[in-house]
């Protein structure tokens, strides 16, 4: 779960399929929008709507929409849409629709090894936000520093680094692409984990803390919005819930292992152990990662075919040629005042921020208060009162088996009970259960 400051254009779109619309080789229109069950046939000024049932349709020479007998229906298997070159009117996209250059045309062992790496790197940037959590006594001590607020900031800090680096992160990789922003801001997080160890006051490690959150922000923005390139609709339930058990499971493990390091060999140790595995898990990234941003790699391909045919007009199939094209900067602006004009301009967004901003606040609150109650009022070693914190992993494991056994199914449900129309929203009543146990767990 994360504030809308930390979606990026693929997952403000949440469930729906990577593009958009398609553009037919030989069709007398320009563009001919394919949207969930409904095809819009742009031709001049008139928009014709037709209705369709199934997943994949085709045309004859009167342009009229006909149903393959061979497809099936959307209730089965909801539909994905692609964008196709139509090299007649310039535009260029993918080259059919089993193109293996498309990310959802991926072989399913390269899918879940990119969904693995980006797991893992989940894994560890929320293990280093807590990993520290037990070892706050040793901290104080260490800086003498008598402040509990102030010591207990290395920890909440972390937080606001997440929500500090998706305003730059997620514009800059719908620019550049998912890969080397992922990459670039994991290897910038390992960077500053060193320098977290190597901390000389608390002020510093404060400082390095911050900028190891935002770091570590990009495996949580961008990876959900990888998943969506990488995942057609009726897959993404499971997908993203194999994705998750690195955010989810992190910041629950971290505490028990770092209570047991900071006794043993000292609070400095955890960012060293969390520095290892990180590194080999980036290293993994930047050799078996690849490019999975759907409009980039078109742009990508545009230029080189420009290049190559020597048609400057070429344009990408998610251009509009009606609206000039943003420049970089103009990018980047839109993405830190997009999130907040969602924020504060919708309120359905606005709720579900401030819940979920309100969860997250009591998660880590129980982080930085676990230490102080069972080690100064009951006495507990710090190795020990990191068990503690195995509580909350279990609940994540039961919660995240459910997620995992509901979505798909609900999804599927709903769709049938919709008259084979897939609806955004379809995701959220499961949602409304979890959030009832919130409250029923902090009055328990």
Known sequence: MRPASAQTETERQ????????????????????????????????????????????????SNAVVENPASRSVAEKPPVMQTLTDLENGIIGWDGERDPENPLNFTSARKWLITSILSAIGFMTPFASSIIAPAISFIRKDFGINDLTKSA????????????????????????????????????????????????????LILFRFLCGVGGSASQTIGGATIADLFSVHERGRAFGIWSLGPILGPSCAPVIGGFVAESIGWRWANWITLIPTFLIVVAMAIFNCETNHQVLIERKTARIRQQLGLPELQSCFADPNIPRLLKQDIILGGLIRPLRLLFGSAIVFAISLYIAFAYGCLYLLFNTIPIVFQDHYGWSIG????????????????????????????????????????????????????????IAFFW
């Not at 229109?29 to 001049?44: I, M, N, P």
């Not at 390992?190 to 608390?202: K, M, N, P, Q, T």
């Not at 929203?425 to 146990?437: H, N, S, T, V």
Request: aromatic share 10%.
């Open 14 to 61: 949440d469930d729906m399929p990577s593009s958009n619309h398609t553009c037919y080789p030989g069709s007398n229109s320009r563009l001919d929008a394919v949207t969930e069950g409904v095809v819009y046939e742009a031709k001049e000024n008139d928009i014709q709507k037709v209705e369709i049932c199934d997943i994949s349709i085709s045309r004859d020479q």
């Open 153 to 204: 900031l290395p920890v909440s800090i972390f937080l606001l680094g997440y929500a500090v680096g998706p305003l730059f992160l997620s514009p800059l990789s719908e620019i550049y692409g998912r890969y080397i922003i992922t990459t670039v801001a994991s290897a910038f997080f390992c960077v500053w984990l060193i320098d977290c160890a190597l901390a000389s006051s608390l002020n510093t």
């Open 384 to 439: 020990i009162t990191g068990i503690v914190y195995l509580a909350l992993l279990i609940g994540y494991i039961i919660g995240l088996v459910i997620f995992l056994t509901m979505s798909d199914k609900t999804i599927v449900r709903l769709t049938e009970a919709n008259g084979g129309v897939y609806e955004l929203e379809m995701r959220l009543p499961i949602c409304i259960y979890f959030a009832c146990l919130l409250p």
